[in-house]
DNA sequence: AATGAATGAGTGTTCATTCAT
DNA sequence: CATGAATGAACACTCATTCAT
């Protein structure tokens, strides 16, 4: 007596976790581009082809898709980190390998944003952002030294980072050669000693 | 029983600033307990006791104001800024003393944005708010020593600068009590020594 | 010194007065067409020529224009009711003068509905019925004999009556000549005496 | 073991009948409970276990199946009608009966409507409910005295005693408890012999 | 047949902006 | 200039209906 037996999704089922996830992206990129009170559920929909009733299908409301947003840049985003807090010896290490991470990610993902669009926006308060800033303060206290750790203001100083690495990845961006590891090496030796840490950029 | 003579403004003119004004006030409030997109024409001129049509006498938009605002902050601060410039002997005390004026400039702003309410949207790229940043990577050359300025990477340095302000400036508002001092202190020892370097909060 | 007494209202004052009624009749026309939930703002709106945003200009909300309704209806038929109401000496000649006087409304009112519209709808449980009703019952409790009013059951009575006044008058429009006397005569003589005391219509 | 044979129906055409029941009566008690403007055809659907694709394999739209409710009451009405037509020897033996049996009908469905509910929305015209009119006119003058039927205006007469009964029936189904028997009785009286007829309410 | 995801017109309501007074 | 009523595009969201599976 046979069974075929389907492992997997059927193709009802891939289709909608696609849809879900078009949706999540559209989102992420329509709340950061315009922030959330301006986005539109259309201005989401319009980016994937799905009609305005598909998009309730899948959230029950625009504030239901922020917050997923939320869980879901943590999911995608915490284990890089995550990996490169356990491989990291030291502070400095970890705080190079996310620099250079964060900075790989933007690069790969300036495509939509390269030529005319807006500028890269200033995306903030995102759930996802706040889910990342935790990740950051959470590393930044596990790979310190444990006194220092103790003894400084972490809000403040994954606040810096955070702040630093998103400015000069902006920059980076606008300029020709794309520079990673120059752009990482900035923030890092800015954030590790300061001005006279800072390396002297070639000619 | 003499007339009063107005040198300058007649009357008229008088309204017509003291209107402006009014409504730039308003909008300043108003824009920060609800926030750009949530914040109503209404809601503004409601505090003016002047009328909706009044509203675009003098702002041709909700837009207007609200960058007619970042414009004037950045207008009040410019003067501040230069001040500061001119009386610093070395490239610390240039920072500490600008990043302290404008720590007080924010918090003596805060009032209406007090407790839990939005937080003010993202300012945009005001030209006033160009020239600030123009304002701040001058000053940085200038007090700077001349073969460091010359070497290091002024635009990363002055937007970092920046950023790292803004975002500790932020969250020293979002403390109780407010301390300037301290948030001061971190920002530039920050920036001149990197983490070795920073203070170590109170408990 | 003389001073120009401007009596009753500005031009602006007329047009909003007239916006208010247009308004008021349009949702009339249109709850008792389609019913409160069928009915959308814009079917009310659309037949005033006016805006959707006119339309919150004068009411909070739909549910508004429909409590409005019920003040209006109730002010503007008691009167008429209530003046029957009054020079009746008995129960039999106010019921045929309300009666006469709602068919001469309907009669006159039919108008719009004249030609293959839809059938006179049925007006039911508007706030304004609701008022009329109790119009009816009370005066129904004035004019019967003491007695007899305080044995009967007079919410049955007065629903049995407006029940009969609507379909007869339903009917009444629907035939040529409109008949208002013969019509109002079945009406009375019913309610007063049944079948046996009802009139013989004309051949 | 033998197989069952299904005379008549195949499991099919059982099921399929089932379903088109168990849809009528869900709609029965979803538009009692909401109303016809407010039931959504999910609300319906979901008490029967039953996708919304097969609701629309029954009917072909949600005002299809309020009809088909308005048709099925009058559809299992009318016979009872005609037996009391054939039994009764007199008109008004004939309309205590008919009033009866309606109030009867309408207590023993009222099921959903219960307590508070919306009013069931107005029943349109279905073909059965003309019918049902028509019924009522024959049975009239069917069973009025000859002289009489052919004198009156029958067309205003069992427009007007539908009414009543609709109108009494819908106040009887307000109180509690539900009066069949004394609201058929105010209904035959009025229209037997009007107000002075009127039966007393006990106190 | 049955399913339930997709569709998009439609809902009540808001609000920036215009313009007659 | 000031006023505030008028405008209508836009919004988040719903739901009857269709249709690929």
Redesign the pocket.
């Known amino acids: 007596m046979s069974q075929i037996v389907y492992i997997g999704l059927?193709?009802?089922e891939q289709?909608?976790a696609a849809?879900r996830t078009a949706i999540l992206e559209a989102a992420r990129e329509v709340f950061g581009e315009m922030g959330f009170e301006a986005?539109?559920?259309?201005?989401i929909i319009r980016r994937t082809?799905?009609?305005?009733?598909?998009?309730?299908?899948?959230y029950?409301?625009?504030?239901e898709v922020f917050d997923a947003l939320a869980d879901d840049g943590a999911r995608r985003f915490r284990p890089i980190l995550q990996a490169q807090s356990a491989k990291a010896t030291d502070f400095e290490s970890y705080l190079r390998a996310a620099v250079t991470a964060y900075f790989d990610f933007i690069a790969a993902e300036q495509g939509p944003w390269a030529e005319g669009a807006e500028p890269m926006p200033h995306v903030r308060n995102t759930p996802e952002m706040l889910a990342v800033f935790e990740e950051v303060r959470a590393a930044f206290a596990a790979t310190m030294d444990r006194n220092l750790a103790a003894e400084v203001d972490l809000d403040y100083l994954a606040g810096s980072a955070i702040a630093v690495a998103r400015e000069v990845g902006e920059g980076m961006l606008a300029r020709r050669p794309v520079d990673v590891a120059g752009a990482a090496d900035f923030v890092v030796r800015l954030i590790m000693g300061g001005v006279p840490n800072l390396p002297r950029p070639e000619r």
């Open positions: 059927g193709k009802r289709t909608k849809n986005a539109t559920v259309r201005d082809g799905l009609s305005v009733g598909a998009f309730y299908n899948y029950r409301s625009k504030e």
